[in-house]
């Protein structure tokens, strides 16, 4: 089956810049994770998503972190304005629904730098 | 929140060394699992351990929830097992993760 897929791959902007990420989960995965991981971190959940609704995102920057799975498939994080510490990779995983204690399959990520 | 502590922090072996990773959890943890993020990125997940030990190869898990650590064996390491080790939970929160080890293995 195919993998969790995320692009860009990479993103270079300056501070203040918006940028937006996108994520495709496996098929039929109806749980979506977005993960923040700064370097030498482990990743860190920024929101929570089960079909086309927000489960947990407590630990979102809601002032200036947006994201949204219209449609319960795929899903977009949005940032705007960037901040410096804002650059890290940004991870989408996916997980079967009545299996959300387990069964997460990770996307390659995209490294965000922000100058 | 619950903390978790990974030691070591960094770890250099030699090809063909063993080694074992700790994760101490200051509270018990539900869906215990470890995981590996290769040189590239990639994050895959090696064992969902609850309790009690797996093996899988060369990689050995085991979890003693009432005693809040898990520990993962590696055996006769080779240089594709560096990267870095994540454990991890589950509870009222998706997943979890513990700071890291980073392994690398020198051939």
């Known amino acids: 089956e195919a993998g969790v897929a995320q692009s860009p791959r990479y993103k270079i902007i300056e501070k203040r810049q918006s940028v937006a990420f996108w994520c495709n989960p496996i098929?039929?995965?109806?749980?979506l994770y977005w993960y923040q991981q700064i370097l030498g971190q482990g990743p860190k959940l920024l929101i929570q998503?089960?079909?086309?609704?927000?489960?947990?995102d407590s630990q979102l920057p809601k002032d200036r972190f947006s994201a949204e799975r219209l449609k319960g498939v795929d899903s977009t994080l949005k940032i705007q304005p960037a901040k410096l510490e804002d650059s890290a990779v940004y991870l989408c995983?996916?997980?079967?629904?009545?299996?959300?204690?387990?069964?997460?399959?990770f996307g390659s990520g995209t490294r965000l730098t922000v100058v | 929140g619950i903390q978790v502590e990974q030691s070591p922090p960094d770890l250099i072996l030699q090809e063909g060394a063993n080694s074992t990773l700790r994760c101490n959890f200051s509270?018990?943890?539900?869906?215990l699992q470890w995981f590996h993020q290769n040189p590239w990125g990639q994050l895959i997940n090696l064992f969902y351990?609850?309790?009690g030990t797996k093996q899988n190869g060369r990689l050995s898990a085991t979890t003693v929830a009432t005693e809040r650590y898990s520990l993962l064996y590696i055996s006769s390491s080779q240089t594709t097992d560096s990267g870095v080790y994540f454990c991890?939970?589950?509870?009222?929160?998706?997943?979890?993760f513990g700071s890291g080890t980073r392994l690398q293995v020198q051939p």
């Open positions: 995983a996916s997980s079967p629904i009545r299996t959300t204690n387990y069964g997460y399959t």
């Open positions: 098929s039929g995965h109806a749980t």
């Open positions: 998503f089960q079909n086309n609704g927000v489960v947990d």
């Open positions: 509270d018990s943890v539900n869906n």
């Open positions: 351990i609850p309790s």
């Open positions: 991890g939970y589950t509870g009222r929160r998706a997943l979890t």
